[in-house]
């Protein structure tokens, strides 16, 4: 089933960047693992997929040691502080950098371990309040603290769309993250602001056609989990 509906995801992928005239080899996918068993995750793996995202610290932890190494882990859902000493190390892009708490935890941390982190910052453009995320106004002093970090790379941002068959509040959510980025490669042009994390399973045409270039995709691929409290970052 892995192979079936990971070839009906590329082959969609490269239709929609076909007619928006994206480039396809611009577009970086992960594969959300959040409930997905070891078997799953191989399966993909084989198939050629190295970009793997996990939600919480302690089920990345459960697989990360019986699954192939050179896999890169993406963290995509709410870091807890007390939390970051054990993932850090490994993980090779947290999309949720949220707070300035959590950047000085990653900082101390990193400084403990002698490693950078790659981040990115989760920005809460729909203003929903279950949703994690700095606010929009708050991007432009959150990034000026988080360079007075050495031990945190920035590197671009992450959204959550709203939760709405409203495909017009969808498009809306994504142009402004894209706008929030735009806005920073003016005002702060020494950092590679290289991603645009945005997009799921329900919404990744419209996050393509607005910029994205770095999907978060479970749903489509491994199917629907067997419980979700919400949404998440699937």
Not at 30 to 41: C, D, H, N, R, W
Not at 107 to 112: H, P
Not at 180 to 193: A, N, T
């Amino acid at each position: 089933m892995v192979a079936e509906k990971l070839k009906e995801l590329r082959l969609k992928i490269s239709s929609i960047c076909q007619k928006i005239g994206r480039a396809e080899k611009e577009i970086e996918l992960v594969l959300v693992t959040k409930q997905v068993g070891s078997e799953a995750i191989r399966e993909a793996y084989a198939l050629g997929v190295k970009d793997f995202g996990e939600n919480r610290v302690r089920e990345w932890l459960q697989k990360k040691g019986e699954l192939p190494q050179d896999i890169r882990w993406h963290l995509i859902g709410h870091l807890q502080t007390n939390k970051v000493k054990d993932c850090i190390a490994g993980v090779n892009l947290i999309h949720s950098l949220d707070s300035i708490h959590l950047a000085h935890a990653i900082e101390t941390n990193a400084g403990k371990q002698g490693i950078t982190v790659n981040c990115l910052i989760q920005v809460n453009v729909s203003g929903e309040a279950t949703k994690h995320g700095i606010k929009e106004e708050e991007v432009e002093p959150f990034v000026r603290e988080a360079l007075k970090l050495p031990h945190i790379c920035l590197n671009g941002f992450m959204t959550i769309g709203p939760l709405t068959e409203d495909k017009l509040l969808v498009r809306s959510s994504f142009q402004k993250l894209r706008e929030v980025r735009d806005q920073m490669r003016k005002k702060i042009p020494q950092v590679d602001w290289k991603y645009l994390s945005m997009g799921m399973s329900s919404d990744f045409q419209i996050a393509l056609e607005e910029g994205a270039n770095l999907l978060r995709i479970g749903t489509a691929v491994f199917g629907e989990r067997p419980i979700q409290h919400n949404r998440g970052q699937v």
